[in-house]
């Protein structure tokens, strides 16, 4: 995601496969739902986590096709009608058939693992047949990938049931400086589900708002710089952003080597670990950051929460990040900063050294990056557009469909950009690392000796402007994001019925510390409320 040229960047049926959505006008603000609209829910799927889903299924009380239907119901109820969420870009044609044969597996006493049955829903940025994967780009519409991603081979193989694919800021917010998020030509505009009018903000922005609907059990985003920890903040949601490495980048629309991951964005800290384990046990693939998390993964991240990790950790209360807090969120802050010192957490208020130094060789880095890992995903996956140039040129002949509301000058300055052996390139990706990691997060952690940082991940969610684009209140995860160290957001509390989130970063290879001193925090505050979809909160 990338707002304001660096105030924020991120990431990053018919027989071949089902239609894609029809998406809803920006304009629309669903006007007909009432002002707290709650559906129905017969089977008791809103808000349930996966461990209690599958007890259900193991008790004979309910089973994958049953849960499968119920969530594509619930898409039905509240993404294609009332709210209109729009998170959903296209589902899945064999999900009901997927599940009916994990049920059989069931029955003849085969069970996967924790998430045998269970839907799960994945970014369309992410390879997953036979559904397009298009970036939400018009460009990539028809392109049907032929083999799965292996995090989405992952979750098979693990039982999950794959659902359908989720709508996202366009090439995952690296287009324009003045983008809307949660806006795809292809798929329109994923609406926030605690305030329609409000911004899920993005890149990930369907996976947060389905989750945060209850429109599937779990879901996949990816990050290149807050793509998970916004939305999942803005929503409502624990988002999980791994080391770089720890999960497979293989079939994955690219931003940035350097910088890119998957990571689960889920209704609690246990789901998205259970999500990591599967996630992390992906074929990893060559690239350097893979073959660097080789013996990091932990055995299994849920088993390593504990409830306890607080008692003793030392936390790093991060000032000075730029985030414009609201009085609500500041009151929430100070509440959760007694409850980790009662729980026996010591919280040092620390300033990063280099805060933001980094910003204008990340952004160099992202340019040169995107252009090489994009034309190579292109190339590599037979796609209908085969180079960065042919992209411009389709989206300039397309414009009404495709610009109708900003433009691309992220995609023409990066075509402009030479090869990764450009001197320039090499010099800001050394530069951006040093700053952020070892003259950053690292430095700051060994100098007050701390188990991880924490800070307001960022303000509540903005009005959707279509004509400024957004308007974003700033971020705290930047540093993790460039130095490619894990980071998560755990709701924290409201600000006028808009949640807001509490970010944790440690070093590299810390995830499994991290999601339980993030457990921790969560089963003292219990913070997450369900939206209500508000059409707005003006008075």
């Keep these: 995601m990338l707002c304001s040229a660096l105030a924020c960047l991120a ?52 089973t994958s096709a049953r849960l499968t239907q119920a969530y594509l119901d619930r898409i039905a109820a ?38 045998h049955g269970i839907a799960v829903l994945i970014k369309d940025n992410i390879d997953a047949v036979p559904m397009a994967n298009s970036a939400g780009s018009l460009a990539l519409a028809a392109h049907r990938p032929k083999q799965d991603a292996p995090l989405v081979a992952a979750l098979r193989d693990a039982g999950a049931v794959i659902l359908g694919k989720t709508n996202l800021s366009e090439w995952a917010n690296f287009r ?68 770089v490495g720890l999960v497979s980048r293989a079939g994955i629309i690219p ?45 299994d ?63 160099q880095v992202l340019l040169y990056e995107f252009k090489d890992g994009l034309q190579r995903y292109l190339q590599d996956s037979d796609a209908p557009v085969k180079s960065l140039d042919e992209l411009i040129a389709f989206n300039r002949a397309n414009a009404a469909r495709e610009m109708p509301f900003f433009g691309q000058e992220l995609l023409e300055q990066a075509a402009r950009k030479g090869p990764l052996t450009d001197p320039a390139y ?30 307001p991940a960022t303000a509540p969610a903005f009005m959707v402007d279509p004509v400024n684009g957004d308007q974003f209140g700033g971020s705290s995860w930047g540093a993790a994001a460039v130095a490619g160290y894990p980071s998560l957001t755990v709701p924290i509390g409201e600000a006028h019925g808009l949640p807001v989130g509490l970010a944790f970063m440690a070093r590299r290879w810390d995830d499994a510390k991290l999601l339980s001193l993030g457990y921790a925090f969560e089963q003292l505050t219990q913070a997450r409320t369900a939206p209500k979809y508000r059409v707005t909160l003006s008075p």
């Design 78 to 115: 509240l993404d294609d009608a009332g709210p209109q969420l729009n998170a959903v870009i296209e589902l899945n044609p064999n999900a009901l058939s997927e599940a009916r044969a994990r049920d059989e597996e069931r029955k003849a006493g085969r069970v996967r693992g924790p998430l």
């Design 255 to 299: 931003i940035s080597h350097s910088q890119d991951t998957a990571g689960p964005m889920a209704r609690s800290v246990a789901d998205a670990a259970q999500l990591l384990n599967v996630l992390a046990a992906a074929e990893a693939g060559g690239d350097a950051a893979a073959q660097a998390a080789a013996g990091k993964r932990a055995q």
């Design 301 to 363: 991240f849920a088993a390593a929460l504990d409830a306890d990790a607080l008692h003793g950790a030392r936390l790093g209360l991060l000032r000075d990040t730029g985030v414009k807090t609201h009085p609500d969120q500041d009151a929430a802050l100070q509440r959760a900063l007694k409850s980790m010192r009662d729980a026996g957490a010591t919280v040092v208020e620390v300033r990063m050294p280099t805060e933001g130094k980094w910003n204008a060789a990340e952004f």
């Design 11 to 62: 990431l990053a049926g018919c027989a071949g496969g089902a239609a894609p959505r029809p998406p809803q006008p920006i304009a629309a603000t669903a006007a007909a739902a009432p002002r707290d609209f709650v559906p129905g829910d017969p089977l008791r799927i809103a808000e349930a986590d996966t461990a209690s889903l599958a007890a259900r299924m193991a008790g004979g009380e309910l």
């Design 176 to 243: 324009s400086d003045r983008s809307i998020s949660g806006w795809s030509g292809r798929g329109g505009l994923t609406r926030n589900p605690y305030a329609l009018d409000r911004s899920a903000c993005g890149s990930s922005s369907g996976t947060a708002a389905a989750i945060a609907a209850s429109l599937a059990a779990v879901g996949v985003g990816t990050e290149t710089d807050g793509s998970i920890l916004c939305p999942a903040a803005m929503n409502g949601l624990v988002g999980f952003k791994p080391s």
């Design 426 to 455: 090499r010099k800001a990706a050394a530069q951006a690392r040093q700053l952020a990691g070892a003259q950053g997060i690292d430095a700051l952690m060994k100098k007050h000796r701390l188990d991880a940082l924490i800070a």
